[in-house]
């Protein structure tokens, strides 16, 4: 993956927001290189419905990750899908939808990642940009940790740990490219349970939830009639919203990322904290990179 990549051709799916309920047709066409990720809410009536997929559109991170632009424009959950176009490497992507929140199909990126590849991909001679962590970034939320570590892989470490015995502590790491995300990480579902159902609902989230777009625990155990797609499925998608939330950086991360009771608000404050620092990441060439990697591999 190195050059910039976007859509060969459009890609179109329909469904319903996991927190909103609100049923949204999504599509998402090629873009010029340089473009970016970017959303537009096609339905509303502002000056500027266009919203950058970057950290600092971030609002919130309230079991999801929302992002607004300065017009008041949102959407919402969308780290599934920034979760899939990271793990394929598209760069430059114009998505329309006509409701608030991302569609959330089967609560994984697999769906996503599958019309992406049914669209097709296609390469731009333009060189891909990444951010490469040059020093450790260190950051703290209460009970939660993470870290940015020096590498030329791009990498997520990831640990749980849940009193429910359907979960426990769980660890997952991997490295991110297409095949690895594919099949290992991209398949996993986001998880939720029962009991704080109806406490969701009334705090005007979980609207769209169901067995059909997520894990549903129950009295310690999995109530979805075709159990779950991996033994650690819960700690694979930890790793998938990391992805999606470190993928706001406006391109990918060479480093390791490694956290401790992950979550959407850690993501976005290690991500914030990294950047604010410029003495700990440069941008490179991803083609340098991979030359500067067979070089070593030679060696």
């Known amino acids: 993956m190195i050059e910039r990549t976007t859509l060969a051709s459009a890609a179109v799916c329909a469904g319903i927001g996991l927190h909103t309920g609100a049923r949204v047709r ?19 009536d502002l000056d500027n419905t266009l919203i950058e997929a970057r950290y600092d559109r971030v609002r919130s991170t309230d079991l999801g990750t929302t992002l607004v632009n300065d017009d008041g424009a949102s959407i919402a959950t969308v780290e599934h899908l920034m ?7 598209i760069d430059d992507l114009h998505i329309e939808l006509d ?24 390469n731009h001679p333009l060189p891909r940009r990444a951010i490469q962590v040059l020093k450790p970034v260190n950051v703290t939320d209460g009970g939660r940790e993470a870290a940015f570590l020096p590498s030329l892989q791009q990498s997520i ?9 359907a979960i426990g502590r769980q660890r997952f790491a991997f490295e991110v490219t297409p095949d690895a995300f594919g099949t290992l990480v991209a398949p996993a579902r986001t998880f939720g349970f029962r009991r704080e159902y109806e406490m969701l609902l009334k705090a005007g989230l979980a609207r769209g939830g169901s067995m059909d777009n997520a894990i ?8 979805n009639p075709g159990g779950l797609r991996f033994a650690d499925e819960f700690v694979r998608h930890k790793a998938l919203d990391a992805l999606g939330d470190l993928y706001l950086a406006g391109a ?31 941008w490179v060439s991803m083609r340098d990179i991979a030359a500067r990697s067979d070089r070593i591999a030679q060696t």
């Open 26 to 44: 999504m599509a998402m066409r090629p873009a010029k290189p340089g473009t970016g990720i970017v959303f537009e809410r096609s339905d509303l």
């Open 83 to 89: 979760a899939a176009l990271a793990g394929l490497g």
């Open 157 to 165: 470490d990831v640990e749980i740990d849940f009193p429910d015995p």
């Open 216 to 223: 549903v625990l129950e009295d310690g155990k999995v109530a």
């Open 252 to 282: 990918p991360i060479l480093g390791l990322y490694k956290a401790t009771r992950p979550g959407h608000g850690i993501n976005a404050l290690a991500v914030r904290t990294l950047l604010a620092d410029t003495t700990a990441w440069k």
């Open 99 to 122: 409701g608030p929140e991302v569609p959330a199909m089967d609560g994984s990126s697999a769906p996503f990642v599958d019309l992406a590849l049914r669209a097709g991909l296609a």
